[in-house]
């Protein structure tokens, strides 16, 4: 029941406020999705306390006391059960959440660490919901006690912006526990904003350019170097949307996802130039690619993280050049970079071209 009624009171929330809510920048579902399954966590608590009032009434706990057993594990029992629940209930609602349009846009592993937070932080609340229950003394007292996480949930940043909250209404709901577990899930999904590619310059621009020699320059790197930008945003180029070999890439505290799987791309070497400050690159390469750093400077905290697999000695070569300062590049291969493409919009249809001519 508590899982069909989170889903159920998500796909209402979905549909009904998505076309109010503009201010949020962002699609609503993806901003709701976070939200929702953290809030669901406290409403959920509600059946716990009411569950323990009951059966310390009954007298079903005095029963248990009798037995052979710690007098610990009744309680522990109790909470471990409830997190089941809670985790299935999750679990559901996420599904529905990707069925209505919400995307996962940080890594698997950031998604996952979401979740387990959400689990983390449904089962620290339980405690305080069984609390509730041993103090209520009866199950309708309880289910009273409960209905204290209405203006926690709704006086946060689960379904709403909070700058969007009269002032002193803000101080509240910057200041009590949902808030920043809500706003520490989203930080684990970060929307990318949208932004238009870059567009060559027409014809006739360029040829009444009064810089002849920038012209032919500008016009080689066009032809032969993608360049990627990415400053104070987020970029993914993925599926089919290229054919170069060689990438120029430049950020400062921003992220980009680069497909180097799915693309046609000629045999070869493939070059990927960075100048990167305080910003993150994920490249999806296929399985058995050898990653060449040799070229490659760090300075500060920058780091390359390649952790899903490992070269082949026939694999082909991904060699990375440049500077990286205090960034941090991140390598998917094989199997995992299929599933982050699976998981992303409009790159679907190239997975399965790709899989059908036995190029993965």
Known sequence: MATLQMSLFFLIYRYMFSGAMRSVGIPYVDFLAPGFIATGVLFSGIGAAVAVADDMQQGFVDRLRSLPIPRSSVLAARALADSAILTLAAAVTVGIAFAVGFRLQGSILDGLAAFALVLLFGFAF???????GLLAGNSQAAQGMGMIVFPFAFISSAYIPVST????????????PLTPMVDTIRALNPRPRRSARRRPLPPRLAQTSTYPQRRTTMATITADTEQIRAHHRSIRRLGAWTSARRFDVRASRGSILLDLLLPEIEPGEITVDLDIDHATLILLVPDGAQIDDSDLRRVGRGRIKDWTGVGSPDGRTIRLTGEMRHAEVRIHRGGIAILRLLLARGSRTDVRRARTQGRI
């Not at 339980?126 to 509730?132: G, M, R, S, Y």
């Open 126 to 132: 339980e405690w305080v919901f069984i609390t509730l």
């Open 165 to 176: 909250m009269p002032g002193w209404l803000q101080a509240f709901a910057n200041h009590q």
